[in-house]
């Protein structure tokens, strides 16, 4: 049962990890959308693709694909959200069985 709580535990951080990268990253896109809308419309955009810099269409390409982005984030947020409340559970469950036995014994 030990081993299988450490499990659950080291699951539990590295789904907390993700959930605040993604809570950053969903951040970033929203101040860079803030950005752009102070932009003149006639300013020309770059999107990064690796290392390098491509010409954008045009403000609305840019916003749609950060919008996208940040649906994007929202839905993972959520699982991720789902899956650490699980994770939790099975901690403290497990962790309740342990205290339960020990103190049986």
Known sequence: MQEQTQT????????????QNL?????MSQV?????????S?????????KAF???KGHS???SQLDQESADNTKSIR??????EYLERR?????QNMREMTQGM
């Open 79 to 84: 699982d991720l959200l789902d899956r650490q």
């Open 54 to 56: 491509i010409a954008s």
């Open 8 to 19: 659950y535990s080291r699951d539990l951080r590295g789904v907390t990890m993700k959930i």
């Open 91 to 95: 901690v403290s469950s497990n962790t």
């Open 32 to 40: 860079t959308k803030q950005h752009i809308e102070s932009l003149p």
């Open 61 to 63: 390409d840019i916003k």
């Open 23 to 27: 809570q950053r990253d969903q951040r």
């Open 42 to 50: 006639d300013c020309q955009l770059y999107k990064s693709v690796g």
